[in-house]
Each structure stands twice: as structure tokens, then as C-alpha cells.
């Protein structure tokens, strides 16, 4: 198919019309936050750059409606059109520029039992914890981006569910949400992760070695607003995966996200995961949980 440029007036009205906001995140789960994306081809004809037949999708959306694959049944156009027009009203309706009620996010600290809950729209921070000593480093403090790093509740289910084959190449994709959970915009420059399988019993070495060949590696360079997310990818194949399957080794993920602040402050937040299997004095339920030496999960 003739992969063609869209006409610069069509391209602009589909961005004006959603406002930047992904069809599929707000067709699935209501979400009208701002998105890193790209413009999609509903009938997946990159030579068809007729309006009707564009839709503005997140990074995430966009290659899953443009994959192939067998195990999940692929959104139909007229589903897609409809979930277009809907996202279009709320953005007439100005929907999309409403300050959300201020939520908590719970996620997992070190040890599989300790949780946080953390306030997106929370006034309270206390900037003397991040090392601001004078009024005008206190109010950066208050206001710069903040990214974290989770994992969505699917990928303890895929690690639950992927049984790898001793003789086929199959890859499994985890897909970490980065988040700005700060009060301005973070210009995102590098994400970068790793899965480490270690035999069971042994430890994570106390600093990690973010210089190890086998990073899978992100050049992101992108704004990212307060409270929007993305999701990079992060895969390990079947033929690694296999002793974790068998319960002989532990997966650990781990990695880390550059960022810079409206101030042109460089900071960098860790994240290292691990995932639990039943069994022993641990009764815990399977899945990812944040641990790892303190060297993995710091955050500047």
C-alpha cells in the first residue's frame, strides 16, 4: 500500500476535534487526558487519508489496532468511528479540559505488603524533603514533574498465563506506565529496562548496572503534561522465560526514566520489580511487586 502523507488541513482538523485525546482511551475507560500519539487509518490503508477515515490513538493504541495478532478479536471500523464521534462531543462539551477529582494511586513499596497512597492533586508535599532550602527552590519543588513507574494489573496476569514453548520463539511484552504525577509538564529523554532472571535464592547485586548490554532502551523525547502517562515496551522471550516457568529462577524487572522539569532540572526516577510466586513463608498472592536494594527505586 502507497504510505502517503496526510494533507496538513486534514491532519490539523482530526487534532483540533480531539484535542490530542486517544479514541480508544476514552471508547474504553472514559480517560480525556492529553496523549502522546499518533493519527491512525481506521481501515488500516495508510494511501486512505480521508478524514472520516482518520482517528487521533495514543502510542499504545495505535499499534495494537495496526497488529495482527490471533489472541485478541481487532476493534471494527464502524466501532472505532462511533468511539471517534463520542470523543468528539466530549471535546465540544469541553469535557476534556475538567480538573478530575484528586484520586489516590496505590502502589507497591519495598516488600510485598507495603503500599502507599499517593494524592495526584495533593498540596501537602513537603519540598524540604527534596533538598529545597530557599523560597524560590521550594516553590520549584512544589510545582516540577514528578514520573513514577508501575506496572498495570495485566502484567502479573500475561507472566500468570504465557506458557513458553521449549521449541517456538514467542515473545512476552510487559508494558510499564510512566506517569506525571506532578503540577507541570516533564520532558521525558530516556527510558530504559531490564529483565534479570536469577536462579532462586540469589540476591540482586546492591547497585544496579544500568550499563548491562541487554537494556531495552527507549530515545522517548517528548513532553509529557501533569497526570498523562505512557506506556514503552519491555519484552523477554520464551526461551529465557522458561526456568520461571519451571519456579527454578526469580524475574526481576528494573530500569529507570530521565526526565527534565519546566526548570531544565535533570531528574531520574528507578523502579524494580519483582514477581512473587506463591510458596515457602511467603503465602502472598503471584504477581509484580516493588522491591530491590534502595539503589533500584530511587527517585531524584
Known sequence: MDRRRTPPDIET?????????CTLCFHLSGDLTEKLGQIAHLDKDPSNSAEDNL???CLNHHSLLDSKTSQHKNYTLQELKAAREK??????????TEKPAATAVTYNLIGPNARLNI???????????FGAGTTSGVLMSENRARLLVTLPPDASEKIAN????????????????VRNYGKTMAAVTL???RFLILPGGQRLPPNPDYAATDFQTVDVLAQLPPDAYFQPRAGIGNFDF??????????WLYGLVDYRDIYDVPHQSRFCFVYHTPGGFNPNPAGFYTAGPEAYNRCT
Not at 13 to 21: G, P, S
Not at 119 to 129: L, R
Open 191 to 193: 527510558f530504559k529496562a
Open 55 to 57: 482517528a487521533f490513538m
Open 242 to 251: 522458561l526456568p520461571v516457568y519451571e519456579q527454578q529462577s526469580t524475574l
Open 119 to 129: 494524592n495526584s492533586h495533593d498540596n501537602s508535599t513537603n519540598a524540604a524533603t
Open 13 to 21: 482538523a482530526v487534532l483540533f476535534k480531539c484535542a490530542r485525546r
Open 162 to 177: 504465557f506458557i513458553p514453548s521449549p521449541t517456538m520463539l514467542a515473545i512476552l511484552y510487559i508494558l510499564p506506565v
Open 87 to 96: 470523543l468528539y462531543e466530549a471535546v465540544v462539551e469541553n469535557k476534556h
